[in-house]
């Protein structure tokens, strides 16, 4: 069942397309920010909403890479692995973030606080190497201090 | 008022990095070219079509066509179809590119009176702002923007009482490169996969929802509110070669200060390496760069007296692209570099056209085998055989010729290091 609180946001964007399907990426996001990430339920739930077939949303959820078709943890780690932090040493931070977690990338830490992701290039290039933790920016990484930008994340 | 004369896109920027507010734009002179096109007769559709057409207004998200031209590919009048629409590219994802995050951040009114300006002239119903979902200060900052707009009758009904009516909506994207492909961009826009459509049509004639649509990167439409208040002559000056205005350029990689500068348009690529970005790290030398993101050719040493504009830059093979170079040092490696993006470029392909989703995965994996130290005798032309593969004209959009770009230069410059590879068995990088 989608909330209240969550039809009326998706009703709003709704409203700024011609077409009742098209708020459907907006509609994915929408419920991902309520709940973490889009589960099966949940994305059977917004195609009835908005009168499509399961599978055909299922065939937009899966192709966009921030809508999470998987449980993610608390805190989701995009790290930018395009091609200015790779000349900036995005190796030794992807090494320090997988060594420091334990996980590789698409994976959960056991304790569900942090998922690992790859991301592309995130207009960060002159203070490269950057990650994002959830919709925080951090730039100018190096393997010493991933600990601190990671500390405010529980 | 110099400042802001020579770097009309950032002059009045806030150097704390805070955002120019609505009435603080407006005190360094914003909505005076929104005024000037819609107030008291103001200016005709044709005659805002024909001053960025005499600017030689080029867009800025790097295939550099001609701006006003694509305006003036919109069907318009009664018998026109309807609605029409303008779409902003705000989905910067060019790696290595930087600089429409700035324009959006600091000064977003800028970017919506260029959108308004625009709508007016193609006869726009609706606008939407396509912002890639990671840009979330960016999209925070708009969404204010375009609030405070509406309160002050820049959009919605009715602007300003001219009679000309345009909404205005900010859409986050869900992701992926291939949303930056203008026809891809429309699909997701309408709630699909962002799979480019064949061309012909193009957008201006059957765009969003079938009907008449322009794309116009954010930078681009930046230049607008400009070319209207000083004129297309004043704007084809500030550009100091064959192409108008400013530009923001940047630099990334291994130089003293990375960073970002509007320009004019034409500083020459010595210029912003050496004097702006302060040249090279101490103990490096430049091996070369990718001129503006990783679709784009390489250029080398004997290439860095060329002018970083349009012309110039095709003149040498390469492209402009987006003026955001990439900086290739001799202590990086440029065979582990080719890797990095023909496997950004691989995860990114849409999985659309064959050459694009089994070529760059092959190429990846034969540079990654290169890497590895398993290179063998003939993979050069293999990798050459691909790029030919991918070359305009074998699929559907840019993405496969825009990796074929740098590979092809990677190859062409760099062999000896291509070759290394090979016959040591190993990464001489490592």
């Known amino acids: 069942m989608l909330t209240r609180e969550e039809i009326s946001e998706i009703e709003t964007e709704a409203a700024h397309y011609p077409k009742r399907d098209a708020v459907c990426i907006d509609a994915l996001k929408i419920v991902q920010r309520h709940r973490g990430w889009v589960s099966d339920d949940s994305l059977r739930d917004i195609a009835a909403h908005l009168g499509m077939s399961p599978t055909d949303l299922d065939s937009v959820a899966t192709f966009y890479n921030l809508i999470f078709r998987k449980s993610v943890g608390r805190h989701v780690i995009m790290v930018c692995d395009s091609v200015s932090c790779w000349i900036m040493g995005h190796e030794r931070i992807k090494e320090q973030l997988t060594q420091r977690l334990g996980i590789g990338f698409g994976e959960t830490t056991p304790d569900n606080r942090f998922t690992l992701l790859p991301i592309v290039c995130l207009g960060c290039c002159d203070h490269a190497p950057a990650m994002m933790v959830d919709a925080d920016l951090h730039a100018d990484l190096d393997p010493q201090t991933i600990d601190t930008h990671l500390e405010k994340y529980k | ?430």
């Open chain 2, 1 to 430: 008022m110099t400042a802001t004369m020579e770097k009309p896109l950032t002059g009045d920027m806030h150097s704390d990095g805070s955002v120019l507010d609505l009435p603080s734009y407006e005190q360094a002179g914003g909505y005076q070219a929104v005024r000037k096109v819609l107030k008291g007769g103001g200016m005709t559709p044709n005659a805002v079509i024909d001053q960025v057409k005499g600017a030689n207004l080029r867009g800025r998200g790097g295939a550099g066509f001609s701006t006003g031209m694509k305006w003036s590919f919109v069907p318009r009048g009664q018998d026109a179809p309807n609605p029409t629409y303008l779409v902003v590219n705000a989905d910067e994802m060019e790696p290595g590119t930087f600089k429409d995050r700035l324009l959006m951040e600091r000064n977003p009114h800028q970017l919506i009176e260029g959108a308004i300006v625009a709508g007016f002239a193609i006869e726009a119903d609706v606008a939407y702002i396509f912002l890639r979902g990671e840009y979330t200060l960016a999209a925070e900052r708009i969404a204010r923007a375009i609030a405070e707009a509406y309160e002050r009758h820049y959009l919605g009904r009715d602007i300003l009482g001219s009679g000309y009516s345009l909404e205005l909506h900010l859409h986050l994207s869900g992701g992926r490169y291939i949303c930056g492909e203008e026809t891809g961009l429309l699909n997701a826009l309408e709630g699909k996969r962002a799979n480019p459509r064949s061309k012909p049509p193009f957008p201006p004639v059957v765009g969003l929802f079938g009907k008449p649509t322009v794309v116009n990167n954010v930078e681009t439409l930046c230049c607008v509110p400009h070319i209207i208040n000083h004129g297309a002559a004043w704007f084809r000056a500030l550009g100091r070669g064959g192409d108008a205005g400013t530009k923001l350029y940047g630099a990334s990689g291994k130089v003293k200060r990375p960073g970002l500068w509007e320009l004019p348009m034409g500083t020459t690529v010595r210029e912003i390496l050496e004097e702006h970005a302060g040249g090279m790290r101490d103990g490096l030398k430049l091996r070369g760069l990718l001129p503006g993101g990783a679709s784009t050719p390489f250029i080398v040493e004997e290439h860095l007296d060329t002018p970083m504009d349009f012309t110039a830059m095709a003149k040498v093979g390469s492209r402009m692209g987006t003026g955001t170079m990439i900086v290739l040092d001799d202590h990086t490696c440029p065979v582990g570099m080719a890797w990095n993006m023909m496997r950004f470029f691989g995860r990114e392909s849409c999985g659309f056209c064959t050459p694009c989703w089994s070529g760059l995965g092959w190429a990846e994996r034969i540079l990654q085998s290169m890497e590895e130290g398993r290179g063998q005798a003939g993979d050069l032309d293999k990798l050459a055989f691909q790029a030919k593969m991918w070359a305009p004209g074998n699929t559907f959009c840019a993405l496969a010729p825009g990796a074929a770009d740098p590979l092809q230069t990677a190859l062409k410059y760099f062999r000896g290091e291509f070759d290394r590879h090979i016959s040591e068995h190993r990464c001489p990088w490592r």
